[in-house]
């Protein structure tokens, strides 16, 4: 009867734990994919000095693996103004698509802390990120709030980034856009701004 006693403490103490680990790992080891309908990326121009627009990327894909590297891509000809032609512009004009038809963001997050987290709750980090564009890259801070769900986890930046023309080799391009618009000025610093949701599957 005692070994039967110990032998039904030791289930009731070692089950929970065992569960733990195993979801621990799984979280751990999941691949996290990008569900592009329920994500956004927009950056902000500013125009003729005092006009500011706001424009959207409707193309993203993404994976997060089990090391925690982030890599989301953005296909460039999809950039939506709302304004047709200048849509084809500044696919054209601005990022060649023709050579460079995607954007890549690059960075690591934590994973094993973004996997002790509760659906429901929040961690907030400091991710370097990497953005390379028209053949050109530039190192960003990014500030990131990060909320896990019960299938994955969403990202949303706390504070815009800011983008400068030169630091990706943009510089001409906003130049022939301000030209065949004939408008006196359009900023060289944009801020950009996203919620990125992934999904987990394995």
Same mark, same amino acid.
């Given at each position: 009867?005692?070994?039967?006693? +110990? &032998?039904?403490? !030791?289930? +009731?103490?070692?089950?929970?734990?065992?569960?733990?680990?195993?979801?621990?790992? =799984? @979280?751990?080891? !999941?691949?996290?994919?990008?569900? =592009?309908?329920?994500?956004?990326?927009?950056? %902000?121009?500013?125009? !003729?000095?005092?006009?500011?627009?706001?424009?959207?990327?409707?193309?993203?894909?993404?994976?997060?693996?089990?090391?925690? *590297? %982030?890599?989301?891509?953005?296909? &460039?000809? #999809?950039?939506?103004?709302?304004?047709?032609?200048?849509?084809?512009?500044?696919?054209?004009?601005?990022?060649?698509?023709?050579?460079?038809?995607?954007?890549?963001?690059?960075? =690591?997050?934590?994973?094993?802390?973004? $996997?002790?987290? @509760? $659906?429901?709750?929040?961690?907030?980090?400091?991710?370097?990120?990497? +953005?390379?564009?028209?053949?050109?890259?530039?190192?960003?801070?990014? *500030? +990131?709030?990060? =909320?896990?769900?019960? *299938?994955?986890?969403?990202?949303?930046?706390?504070?815009?980034?800011?983008?400068?023309?030169? #630091?990706?080799? &943009?510089? $001409?391009?906003?130049?022939?856009?301000?030209?065949?618009?004939?408008?006196?000025?359009?900023?060289?610093? %944009?801020? %950009? #701004?996203?919620?990125?949701?992934? *999904?987990?599957?394995?």
């Amino acid at each position: 009867m005692a070994i039967m006693s +110990l &032998l039904r403490s !030791a289930k +009731l103490f070692f089950t929970p734990l065992v569960l733990s680990a195993l979801l621990f790992a =799984n @979280a751990a080891s !999941a691949h996290w994919s990008l569900d =592009n309908e329920a994500s956004v990326l927009s950056f %902000v121009t500013v125009k !003729a000095e005092h006009v500011a627009e706001v424009h959207t990327f409707d193309v993203l894909s993404g994976t997060i693996d089990d090391a925690g *590297d %982030v890599v989301i891509s953005i296909q &460039l000809a #999809s950039v939506n103004t709302l304004i047709p032609i200048r849509n084809e512009r500044m696919q054209a004009m601005l990022f060649e698509t023709n050579l460079f038809p995607q954007a890549t963001i690059t960075g =690591n997050v934590d994973i094993q802390a973004l $996997a002790k987290l @509760a $659906a429901g709750e929040s961690q907030r980090a400091q991710v370097e990120i990497q +953005l390379s564009l028209h053949g050109s890259s530039s190192t960003l801070m990014a *500030d +990131l709030m990060i =909320n896990r769900t019960s *299938d994955g986890l969403v990202a949303t930046t706390v504070k815009p980034l800011i983008v400068t023309a030169d #630091s990706v080799g &943009l510089v $001409a391009g906003v130049e022939q856009l301000r030209e065949v618009a004939g408008l006196p000025s359009i900023s060289r610093s %944009v801020p %950009v #701004s996203f919620t990125v949701v992934f *999904d987990q599957g394995h």
